[in-house]
């Protein structure tokens, strides 16, 4: 079966409405004729600027967070009814930073993949371990947890739908990078492990990208590894020439 690489840009916590509409108007013919799957997770007062500029693009616009209900007393978050009101098909969900700074659990990230599932929503899901876990000897075991917790009660056609982000926390904004083995070598243990809990196809069909420092120098390489479909950019997503080069990856 042959998976699709997508490139996925992670903004964090940048860029005003306005420098979003100029960001995607300079990107969007730099990438034009690219054949892979394109996305940018912009925070959510650039929803309605970014969805507006890549309006009939191939770029697509994901959320990086949502809550896992529908409306109530939860100041500051937003719904999955509210996402798919502005049909946002994409959002980034237990990446390493909401869980160290917002206390995201794989209990949470299970109660949001639900969630946005059932309005139609795609999500990227992340796991990854510490620099510690991995000296410990526990880095595969910490992963598989983090998957079986985060994809409870899902089944395996909306699990063959989705997207798994292996992100490295030691590799995330530190400038490290973990090499292509290290990278193939857990996103094979990732897909191995939704084989355990569903089935060979179900695995064949996940789409797993690699996240952490990758940059158009190292991009090529990484991507080019069985198991690793793509990934989840940061720095790098943030500069028209680097998204662009980026996209142009061919398998």
Wanted: proline share 4%; aromatic share 6%.
């Amino acid at each position: 079966m042959s998976r699709k690489t997508i490139v996925a840009g992670n903004w964090k916590m940048n860029k005003t409405p306005a420098e979003t509409s100029e960001f995607i108007k300079e990107l969007l013919p730099e990438i034009k004729d690219s054949k892979n799957v394109l996305i940018a997770a912009v925070p959510f007062v650039d929803l309605p600027a970014a969805l507006e500029a890549a309006k009939g693009s191939n770029l697509k616009i994901a959320a990086q967070n949502m809550h896992w209900k529908e409306s109530g007393a939860y100041t500051g978050e937003v719904s999955g009814a509210m996402l798919k009101s502005m049909d946002v098909p994409y959002v980034i969900l237990g990446h390493s930073e909401r869980r160290e700074y917002f206390a995201d659990t794989d209990e949470t990230v299970n109660l949001k993949a639900k969630a946005a599932l059932s309005y139609g929503i795609t999500p990227i899901i992340c796991c990854g371990e510490t620099l510690q876990q991995r000296k410990d000897g526990i880095m595969q075991s910490w992963i598989e947890g983090q998957i079986e917790g985060a994809l409870k009660d899902i089944t395996a056609e909306q699990v063959a739908g989705l997207i798994i982000a292996y992100e490295p926390i030691w590799a995330i904004g530190t400038g490290e990078t973990a090499t292509s083995e290290q990278a193939e070598e857990v996103c094979g243990i990732i897909r191995k492990k939704v084989a355990a809990l569903y089935d060979d196809a179900t695995a064949e069909a996940v789409h797993i990208q690699y996240g952490g420092s990758v940059k158009p120098s190292n991009s090529n390489e990484i991507f080019s590894m069985p198991n690793i479909d793509g990934g989840l950019i940061g720095g790098a997503s943030l500069k028209v020439a680097d998204f662009a080069a980026l996209a142009a990856y061919e398998c």
